[in-house]
């Protein structure tokens, strides 16, 4: 998962060309930004209506949707410089949602592992 700036279809693609093979089948709503990606791209694309009750893409919206309350319940609104450490964030713990390795276990193996950045490496950009 990435922040980008906006929607629009040169934005998106992008992205998309950036992280993803051209020929690829891409599956996505109707939404228009999408059209651009069709010249690079196999697009498998259905329009969206949550009242349809549709399997179509539903673990996608699942995941904006506990991303969106997450962020609104849990750190009651996240400055804007903050949004790609906590996607980043969420996405770790998605992909280890099947591991049986406790999280601790984890971060205690990295941490005695792994070579670390001296603080002078460690800039925010702000």
Same mark, same amino acid.
């Given at each position: 998962?990435?922040?980008? +700036?906006?929607c629009k279809g040169e934005t998106l693609l992008r992205f998309v060309k950036k992280n993803i093979e051209d020929g690829s089948i891409i599956h996505s709503d109707s939404y228009k930004s999408y059209h651009s990606l069709k010249k690079y791209y196999i697009c %498998?694309?259905?329009?969206?209506? +949550?009242? %349809?009750?549709? %399997? =179509? &893409?539903?673990?996608?919206?699942?995941?904006? $949707?506990?991303?969106? $309350? *997450?962020?609104? !319940?849990?750190? #009651? !609104?996240?400055? *804007? #410089?903050?949004?790609?450490? @906590? &996607?980043?964030? =969420?996405? @770790?713990? =998605? *992909?280890?949602?099947?591991?049986?390795? +406790?999280?601790?276990?984890? /971060?205690?193996?990295?941490?005695?592992?792994?070579? @670390?950045?001296?603080?002078?490496? /460690?800039?925010?950009?702000?």
């Amino acid at each position: 998962m990435q922040v980008v +700036p906006d929607c629009k279809g040169e934005t998106l693609l992008r992205f998309v060309k950036k992280n993803i093979e051209d020929g690829s089948i891409i599956h996505s709503d109707s939404y228009k930004s999408y059209h651009s990606l069709k010249k690079y791209y196999i697009c %498998d694309t259905q329009k969206f209506n +949550p009242s %349809d009750k549709s %399997d =179509f &893409l539903m673990w996608i919206h699942v995941m904006i $949707s506990n991303i969106k $309350s *997450n962020i609104a !319940g849990t750190y #009651h !609104g996240l400055d *804007n #410089h903050y949004h790609q450490n @906590y &996607l980043d964030e =969420f996405s @770790y713990r =998605f *992909n280890r949602i099947n591991s049986d390795v +406790p999280v601790f276990d984890e /971060l205690l193996k990295r941490s005695t592992t792994k070579t @670390y950045l001296r603080n002078s490496k /460690l800039i925010l950009s702000i």
